[in-house]
């Protein structure tokens, strides 16, 4: 069965510093892999998604992740943060089956 | 106007009451899905639909049932409630690429 590891509950940054949230997936084949951002009191927004190709995937608000098939990860960067990137970051695998599997969140905290 | 939205956005009941959440989406999807957060256990998925004649349990079903009253209609319902279903709940549907679309959450308070 599938997994997601998000081995980071929480994440501080300073603003204009540069980001790394780290997603480690379990699964037998190609997943499909998912970022998707929570800001408080809100739902949740697709960042980016990678289902194949070229495995270095770009997404909105300046956000890009790299799918990894040897170490199994699927990371999000962002080379400067901003204040409004402070939200709580999930990510998500799923295996062609209709259903997604998330991980737990890592929320991240700027500083000033 | 949201794609997919959610009533009522906030709720509190009390133990024992039934009490129904209500999804309604624009995106023209078959498949939708309620998920429930609680702090530090990411989204979990309690029920999903691939068609008003098609639901299927999910991993944390027990306590809760669903309607799917037409393509555009996914209902939640908890026909007696207990203070550990306080949580946030979610709707969502999904295109075929698995790309999932979220609602606004239902903030439910179980006294």
């Known amino acids: 069965a599938q997994s997601v590891t998000q081995p980071d509950i929480h994440i501080t940054v300073s603003e204009g510093a540069s980001l790394e949230l780290r997603c480690n997936y379990s699964?037998?084949?190609?997943?499909?892999l998912f970022w998707y951002v929570q800001s408080p009191g809100q739902g949740l927004q697709l960042l980016l998604k990678y289902f194949s190709g070229d495995t270095l995937v770009q997404g909105i608000k300046g956000f890009e992740a790299e799918f990894k098939r040897s170490q199994s990860s699927f990371n999000l960067r962002k080379p400067s943060v901003h204040w409004s990137d402070a939200a709580e970051y999930f990510c998500?695998?799923?295996?062609?089956?209709?259903?997604?599997?998330f991980g737990k969140g890592t929320r991240l905290h700027i500083l000033p | 106007d949201a794609d997919v939205t959610q009533t009522p956005r906030n709720r509190i009941t009390k133990t024992g009451k039934r009490i129904m959440l209500e999804c309604s989406q624009t995106k023209g999807h078959d498949r939708m899905y309620w998920y429930r957060q609680d702090p530090g256990l990411g989204l979990r998925l309690i029920y999903y639909s691939f068609d008003v004649k098609d639901i299927n349990k999910g991993e944390i079903s027990d306590g809760y049932s669903v309607s799917r009253q037409a393509q555009a209609k996914f209902s939640l319902s908890l026909e007696s409630a207990i203070p550990n279903q306080t949580a946030l709940y979610f709707c969502?549907?999904?295109?075929?690429?698995?790309?999932?679309?979220f609602g606004p959450g239902t903030r439910l308070t179980v006294l």
């Open positions: 998500a695998v799923g295996a062609g089956d209709d259903k997604i599997i």
């Open positions: 969502a549907t999904s295109d075929k690429s698995d790309t999932q679309y």
């Open positions: 699964y037998g084949a190609t997943p499909y």
